[in-house]
């Protein structure tokens, strides 16, 4: 039987969504709602190589920020160029 290897989690219950520290190559995932958490929820940690600090890796947050067509400028989320290099729009200081 395969052995089950558990990451450290917290939701949106817990005190804390980020972890405060992590070993070194330890991982810990947040998940739920983090709008009481600075915005922590929904992302993947690991700790770096001398384990004095968590560093942010990933998570469904970051995947979430690519929901949209390349080339298309959509609120709140990354800027994604199509495979001309170009994006279909920029907004500065509400100039088109």
Same mark, same amino acid.
Not at 17 to 41: I, K, M, Q, R, W
Not at 67 to 88: E, F, V
């Given at each position: 039987m395969?052995?089950l290897?558990?990451?450290?989690?917290? %939701?949106?219950?817990?005190?804390?969504?980020a972890?405060?520290?992590?070993a070194?190559?330890e991982?810990? *995932?947040?998940?739920?709602d983090?709008?009481?958490?600075?915005?922590?929820?929904?992302r993947l940690?690991?700790?770096d190589?001398?384990? %004095?600090?968590? =560093?942010?890796i990933?998570?469904?947050?970051?995947?979430d920020?690519?929901?949209?067509?390349?080339?298309? =400028?959509?609120?709140?989320?990354?800027?994604?160029?199509?495979?001309? %290099?170009?994006?279909?729009?920029?907004? *500065?200081?509400?100039?088109?």
């Amino acid at each position: 039987m395969a052995t089950l290897i558990k990451i450290k989690r917290a %939701s949106s219950g817990s005190a804390e969504l980020a972890p405060s520290s992590l070993a070194a190559g330890e991982l810990a *995932v947040s998940y739920g709602d983090d709008s009481l958490h600075s915005n922590a929820g929904d992302r993947l940690f690991v700790g770096d190589v001398d384990g %004095s600090n968590v =560093l942010v890796i990933g998570g469904k947050y970051f995947a979430d920020l690519a929901d949209h067509a390349p080339g298309t =400028l959509t609120a709140s989320s990354a800027l994604i160029a199509d495979a001309s %290099s170009k994006l279909d729009n920029i907004k *500065v200081d509400n100039l088109d």
